[in-house]
């Protein structure tokens, strides 16, 4: 039996990709765990193998096709021997929701056939049956055929009042599923709220609409432009940071460290370790100093999980990393344990795989806190955009030499940097983000103490 191939969900914010390579062609061979197409991410380019064995009958993505779905047909698998025709006939595999939904169909299936059973069988009183809650007969629409649809759906319909032969499903072959009614129902509600007479005066103004990119091209006729489609990475932050700014009640502590201490101290052990290749940049450590700190400071690192705050006990932390298009934030993961030369070392692989798009899913998801430096593009300060579920992120300026007043009440030049720590203060309160960067700008500007 012909089966159809899926667009995979390789990451678990992945929505739609790109069909970058296809590594198979028409009538190939594959066996399970066969390495048949790479896929684009909205972060990283992946290799996809098959699930079954059988030959490539049709592929019916080409490749550098964009904003294929997820679960949308990609190709058609036939057995060996079979004839092209079935090509036509493929079924579906069934995915997510409509998985449930196919238990769903099982389980009455499997309730319908043991009832009888159970009840000839049984010398109980009738009430003492247990009751089988039974999906509503299959409706029909105005001409009198039967609109196709799942038990699940059918039930939710009865019980929303929601008329199915007005539905277009969006199941195989058209079949009428659980979110189709759910949509359907979202709209009668907001149509019936828009109907209902106004309980107040003056009613809050609905949010605005997005503007298309029509609407906006009209501005500008007659200017000179390039038109720049959106690839999936951008839609991402657009949508990631959109949803950031507009759900996270931000909070931002400002404060400046003196630097001096830690490029003498860099400068030595630079020297000490040129025998083993390794150089420490400032940002590694800023890493370390980050790391400490959230083991000093325990309460502060933590993320927002919706109905609850999540503790961490290692110290997770994300470093964003420029790349053409878009950024990155891999993870370096309990940076509290590792040594200077290490986090330097992974930080230098983890940026060249991420510019090179080649980091897995788990390398750039999770931790509590995260880094932003634009100090080397000589930016001084600037506040930084939370990356949820993180807790905080520290943005940071550049080291700008400076006159300072000293400990004497004497004026001296100093290496000063500026940072900034957005917080999420409903994860973080005040004072508990002041001290989480009091310990951050004491473990930078007593730079030995980090090795202790």
């Given at each position: ?269 630079n020297k000490q370790l040129e025998g083993r290749g390794v150089k420490l940049s400032v940002n590694d ?168």
């Amino acid at each position: 039996m012909a089966t159809q191939i899926l667009m995979p969900a390789l990451s678990p914010t992945m929505e739609e990709g790109t069909l970058a390579k296809w590594l198979v062609k028409e009538g190939d061979e594959v066996s399970s765990g066969d390495i048949i197409a790479e896929i684009e991410t909205d972060k990283a380019t992946m290799e996809f193998e098959a699930v079954d064995e059988g030959v490539i009958g049709k592929i019916l993505v080409s490749e550098g096709t964009s904003g294929v779905k997820v679960n949308d047909p990609i190709a058609v698998l036939v057995e060996e021997g079979e004839d092209a025709s079935a090509v036509d006939e493929a079924e579906s595999p069934v995915p997510g929701e409509a998985q449930a939904e196919a238990a769903e169909d099982a389980k009455e299936k499997k309730v319908a056939d043991n009832a009888p059973a159970k009840q000839s069988g049984s010398k109980s009183a009738p009430s003492a049956a247990p009751k089988t809650e039974k999906a509503p007969a299959a409706p029909q629409d105005a001409d009198g055929k039967r609109v196709f649809a799942s038990p699940l759906a059918r039930r939710i319909a009865a019980d929303k009042g929601v008329d199915l032969a007005a539905l277009k499903g969006s199941g195989p072959k058209g079949r009428i599923v659980k979110a189709d009614v759910e949509a359907a129902e979202g709209g009668k509600a907001a149509s019936a709220k828009a109907d209902a007479p106004k309980a107040e005066a003056a009613a809050p103004a609905p949010a605005a609409a997005s503007v298309s990119s029509s609407a906006i091209a009209k501005m500008y006729e007659g200017r000179e432009y390039e038109e720049i489609e959106l690839n999936g990475m951008r839609k991402t932050i657009a949508a990631r940071l959109t949803e950031a700014k507009q759900t996270i009640p931000h909070f931002y502590l400002r404060r400046s460290v003196k630097l001096d201490a830690l490029m003498k101290f860099r400068s030595q052990l630079n020297k000490q370790l040129e025998g083993r290749g390794v150089k420490l940049s400032v940002n590694d450590f800023i890493i370390k100093a980050c790391a400490l700190a959230l083991q000093s400071v325990p309460d502060a690192n933590a993320v927002w999980a919706g109905d609850k705050v999540f503790k961490l006990k290692p110290s997770d932390v994300a470093v964003a990393v420029a790349i053409e298009g878009g950024l990155f934030t891999p993870v370096l993961k309990d940076a509290e344990m590792k040594s200077l030369s290490t986090l330097s070392a992974e930080m230098k692989d983890l940026a060249t795989r991420a510019r090179d798009r080649k980091l897995a899913p788990h390398e750039y998801q999770g931790g509590s806190f995260a880094i932003s430096n634009l100090g080397m593009f000589g930016i001084e300060n600037f506040d930084a955009v939370i990356n949820p579920p993180h807790g905080a992120i520290l943005a940071v300026g550049a080291g700008i030499k400076q006159p300072v007043v000293n400990a004497e009440g004497e004026i001296e030049v100093a290496t000063v940097m500026s940072m900034t720590l957005s917080v999420d203060h409903r994860v973080i309160d005040g004072a508990l983000g002041a001290e989480l960067m009091k310990a951050i700008c004491e473990n930078l500007e007593n730079p030995m103490l980090m090795l202790a």
